[in-house]
């Protein structure tokens, strides 16, 4: 009686064994899915005595899949084959995929574009027949637990639009505004008498600044300032003997000065009149928004530099003639629809790549980078607006890609 109860439940089982062998093969559930490789190097698909091989050829071409297909191991006509695979990206977008027959093999129509990290669904018709496949294949990820992201300072940010400015940074120096600058002479040589003010005092247009006795007459005049500003020279003495072509002072209108920036060879192609300028002292402070109003034709030969001028208003008299400044020059403002740090940038398999994320789980992204400034990259392809990114520290997350990176699938 055990024997026979035995052979009973042993035949149930070898029958249920050919009953799901039977069922699988024809409902084209997978029942061989592994990492076997055929004779191009490509992953095989085995259901019953059907099976493809597919690869991703892109030596000296776009990439794209070539399938190729089997028979109890014998090579299948790709003219009586219709294959569709989509692919399911980390984003969660579908690329549906198309193949026509090209010299023996299924070619697809569309380029796989990078990374070629997807969930792969097969669908193969041939002799009325439907035979599907399911697979993963994840390059360029990496998951991190959530202590490891915080301890690493693994930050994250939002792709979205920017305004790229490019800026240069110089040096320079606060001059008296020459257009609001005048030297007083005598009328006529003779001895100083009077002086009535001195350097850095206040005048108003018509004071009287000075009192000289001429030669001629040996008659006192006196002079008076023609404008209103302050005297920044006084270049004579009473009693001393003037003559009409020294000037007793220079008497300045503060109210604006000029900001005098230095420019180097290289650069001074690049800066045009009109150019947003803002100057600030050693610290940061005074700062003051103007732009560029000269740009001098010449070199300065001893220092083979070039000169730029700004005007900067000055009535609170934060900017004193003689301070040394430095200069940001806003060469150009581009708008660009997508933007991300620096930082986000990372050199990996000769390309430039951005880590998307979604949750604790990171694929490197290829990125075609556009114009950048000292902050921010232009993103052309390979990122959508409104993605998330790894703004900071995505050095660490292409450090351990470099440990364990998946194979692609590429012949």
């Known amino acids: 009686m055990q024997k026979k109860t035995r052979w009973i439940v042993g035949s149930g089982f070898v029958l249920l064994i050919i009953i799901a062998t039977i069922y699988f093969s024809v409902s084209g559930t997978d029942n061989k899915i592994g990492e076997e490789r055929g004779i191009h190097g490509g ?51 579908l690329d549906a995929i198309h193949f026509e027959p090209i010299d023996g093999y299924l070619q697809s129509r569309e380029e796989i574009r990078e990374p070629h990290s997807f969930d792969v669904d097969v669908s193969l018709k041939y002799d009325d027949k439907t035979y599907t496949w399911r697979y993963a294949t994840y390059e360029g990820r990496v998951t991190l637990s959530k202590e490891a992201i915080r301890a690493s300072g693994i930050k994250t940010a939002t792709a979205s639009p920017a305004i790229l400015e490019k800026k240069l940074s110089v040096f320079g120096k606060i001059i008296s505004n020459r257009e609001a600058t005048t030297l007083i002479y005598p009328r006529y040589s003779g001895i100083i008498k009077a002086l009535d003010k001195n350097l850095g005092d206040s005048v108003q247009k018509g004071e009287i600044i000075a009192t000289v006795e001429s030669n001629e007459s040996l008659q006192k005049y006196a002079i008076h300032s023609p404008i209103t500003g302050t005297i920044v020279k006084k270049q004579a003495a009473v009693g001393e003997m003037i003559k009409e072509d020294k000037p ?14 230095t420019l180097y060879r290289k650069d001074a192609p690049l800066i045009k009149n009109g150019m947003k300028v803002i100057v600030t002292g050693d610290e940061g402070k005074p700062r003051t928004e103007s732009t560029i109003t000269y740009v001098s034709p010449l070199g300065i030969e001893d220092s083979q530099t070039v000169l730029a001028r700004a005007i900067l208003p000055n009535q609170n008299r934060e900017w ?29 398999r000769h390309s430039e790549a951005v880590f998307i994320n979604n949750g604790d789980t990171f694929e ?48």
Do not use: C
């Open 364 to 411: 490197a992204t290829p990125v075609t980078v556009g114009e950048k400034n000292g902050h921010f990259a232009e993103i052309i392809s390979g990122l959508k607006q409104g993605q998330s990114y790894v703004s900071e520290n995505s050095f660490i997350l292409k450090a351990d890609l470099n440990k364990s990176d998946a194979e692609h699938d590429h012949g």
């Open 43 to 93: 992953r095989l698909l085995i259901k019953g005595n059907v099976s493809a091989e597919i690869t991703i050829f892109e030596r000296g071409v776009p990439p794209r899949f070539r399938i190729y297909l089997y028979k109890n191991n014998k090579p299948l006509s790709p003219e009586k084959a219709n294959l569709q695979i989509t692919l399911k990206r980390f984003s969660g977008e």
């Open 320 to 348: 004193l003639p003689g301070m040394y400044i430095n200069a940001t020059i806003n060469i150009s403002e581009k708008n660009v629809p997508i933007a991300v740090t620096l930082a986000a940038l990372q050199q990996i």
């Open 248 to 261: 007793l002072y220079e008497i300045a209108d503060l109210n604006t000065v000029w900001a005098d920036l």
